[in-house]
């Protein structure tokens, strides 16, 4: 379990399984636990107003250097 962050504010965003190591490029709809994001059409936003990412149906593409994260990864 992870906690994505906003990079500019450090509101936490969302609670994510992430499986696997690599970068964050999407988070799967499915594995989000938290989401305090503002859903904006498709565009995803923290509540200071920092684009995070943006829906793109099963999955919300990240947008790079927008968030921080840390935690566990799951292998």
Known sequence: M???RC???KRKI???VKIGEGRIWHCWKNRIVEDLSIHNGKDIKCPCGNLIG???GK?????QYAFIYSG???K
Do not use: G, L, S
């Open 72 to 74: 566990v990864i799951t």
């Open 7 to 9: 990079a500019q504010c």
């Open 54 to 56: 943006v829906d793109d």
């Open 2 to 4: 992870i906690i994505i």
């Open 14 to 16: 969302f609670r994510y």
């Open 59 to 63: 999955w919300i593409k990240m947008k």
